[in-house]
């Protein structure tokens, strides 16, 4: 039984060995710079064309069958190829350009079928095939160009070399990386005639900068040796006024001696001098405290007083007069703003006054114009009648005097009443001292007022009816004349006589009883 296990291990062993050998062998992995081409079956890869007939692995591994699969490499390393390209010039000059260009096949799929196709057996021959290409290229560009074009700008000769090549390095699978121009060679000399006119100018310039900086230094000799004999002469000038300050400076040494005894008499006089006016100071302040001082403090004391009083009847006075002519000023300005107010009041009421009156006054001749005529005959006939009752009223009078006037009476009664009222019409309060009495006897005379008034109504109608018999006398046309004035304006109607002196009595005995 253990020789069984035994076996039964060792060719589970031996078969997971041969599976790992079969699997390393079927396994194959793509390098990051490489590409795998597997042929041999039917694939379909995104971006190719039906019937390729091979599968391409970038990055990751895959399963190959062998002898049913074929599995290649494709390298994707960069490759470098140098140029060096006879050409001619527009002008006819031949150059020789020298240059490198840097390319490799690309990344995607189109690009890695392309170039396997064209390179998958002829790796090694890329560089020669685009050094071919761009030499083709690089000459049909040159032959458009002139040298200073190509000297002058050589990006734009990059530039044109590589759209040109472009879209064959595409059909080859191949992206240029790098294209530089390194060099152009000019086996005729034409390139350096071009630079020798500038080249003389360069030399005439480095020429002509040589002599100015000799000439400036020249300049810069002379200005030194000027600034330094300038400076022998203030230095030697300086040394004399050094002496010369010495020489001073030595006499004033030799004179000190005798300056000095000089100086010390003269301060001897000096501060005796000043001693004596201190002593004399000193009196003359001794003095003024002993004698000056207290008189001048009675003189100041005495004047003070004297100036308190005067300053305070002063103020006394000036306060007095103040308050009197601030009173002034007020009472001035309280009748000036009163007077102002009233005249500015009386200029309004009269202003609006005048205004109303005009007013009034176009308002009315308006009306009366219009009712003119109307008015006019309406008087007329009034008059008429009036003078129709006057002399109808005389005839009554003449026939039975008495029946009129009491008719007048009581027509007037109330009139007449009000009028002997009017008496007490200002009185506020009345003191009876009788009662009933008294109030009997304030009605009698009320009463004896009304009968005045009476006797004075029967005078009155008497001289109306001699009125009217010497209006009758006159004719009727006179009293139509009379009522009908020129102006075609009624006038007003006047109240009788007996009711005018009626009114009179009244305003006479108010103004008694007043």
């Known amino acids: ?21 079969l699997f390393k062998l079927m396994w194959r992995v793509a390098e990051p710079n490489e590409a795998l081409v597997i042929s041999g079956s039917k694939h379909k890869t995104e971006g190719l064309g039906q019937g390729m007939g091979f599968r391409i692995v970038t990055g990751h591994g895959t399963l190959v069958l062998p002898g049913v699969q074929a599995v290649r490499k494709m390298s994707l390393d960069l490759n470098e190829t140098e140029l060096s390209v006879d050409c001619v010039t527009h002008q006819g000059i031949p150059l020789r350009v020298r240059g490198v260009v840097i390319f490799k096949v690309g990344d995607d799929f189109v690009s890695i079928a392309n170039a396997a196709r064209r390179f998958l057996d002829q790796q090694k021959m890329m560089s020669e095939r685009v050094h071919n290409v761009f030499a083709g290229h690089l000459r049909s560009i040159v032959g458009g160009l002139t040298v200073e074009d190509m000297i002058r700008d050589r990006e734009k000769l990059t530039g044109q070399t590589r759209a040109a090549c472009g879209t064959e390095m595409e059909k080859l699978g191949l992206i240029v990386d790098s294209l530089q121009i390194h060099e152009i060679e000019d086996p005729t000399g034409y390139i350096k005639n071009l630079a020798m006119p500038h080249a003389a100018a360069v030399q005439r310039d480095a020429r002509i900068a040589q002599a100015e900086a000799n000439r400036r230094a020249t300049e810069a000799e002379q200005q030194a040796a000027a600034r330094m004999s300038e400076a022998t002469r203030d230095s030697e000038i300086l040394q004399a006024g050094y002496q010369a300050e010495r020489d001073k400076a030595a006499a004033k040494s030799r004179q000190a001696g005798p300056l000095a005894d000089a100086a010390a008499r003269q301060e001897v006089v000096v501060q005796e001098t000043r001693v004596a006016e201190l002593e004399a100071q000193r009196r003359e302040q001794q003095l003024q405290a002993d004698v000056r001082k207290p008189a001048d403090a009675q003189a100041y004391e005495k004047r003070t007083l004297a100036e308190g009083e005067r300053d305070a009847r002063i103020s006394a006075a000036e306060a007095h007069a103040k308050e ?40 009315e001749a308006a009306a009366a114009q219009a009712k003119g005529l109307a008015l006019a005959e309406s008087t007329r006939a009034k008059g008429l009648a009036e003078a129709e009752a006057i002399k109808a009223r005389a005839a009554a009078l003449a026939e039975n005097q008495e029946a009129v006037v009491a008719q007048q009476l009581a027509e007037r009664w109330p009139e007449i009443v009000q009028a002997g009222a009017g008496a007490f019409s200002s009185v506020d309060h009345m003191v009876l001292l009788n009662g009933a009495d008294g109030l009997s006897e304030m ?20 001289t109306m009816g001699q009125d009217d018999g010497r209006s009758n006398g006159g004719g009727r046309g006179a009293t139509a004349k009379t009522a009908s004035p020129a102006n075609g304006v009624a006038p007003a109607v006047p109240p009788s006589p007996l009711k005018q002196h009626i009114a009179v009595t009244g305003d006479q005995e108010d103004g008694a009883a007043t």
């Not at 039984?1 to 050998?21: D, H």
């Not at 009748?335 to 009386?346: C, D, F, N, P, R």
């Not at 009605?443 to 008497?462: D, I, P, W």
Request: hydrophobic share 60%; charged share 15%; no cysteine.
């Open 443 to 462: 009605f009698a005379k009320a009463l004896t007022m009304g009968g005045t008034g009476l006797g004075l109504a029967r005078q009155l109608l008497a």
């Open 1 to 21: 039984m253990p020789m069984v296990i035994g076996v039964t291990a060792g060719l589970v062993l031996a078969a997971i060995i041969v599976l790992i050998g």
């Open 324 to 363: 009197t002519e601030l009173a002034a000023f007020a009472e001035a300005n309280r009748v000036k703003t009163a007077a102002i107010a009233e005249a500015e009041a009386t200029k309004a009421r009269g202003a609006a006054a005048a205004s109303a009156t005009r007013a009034t006054g176009e308002a």
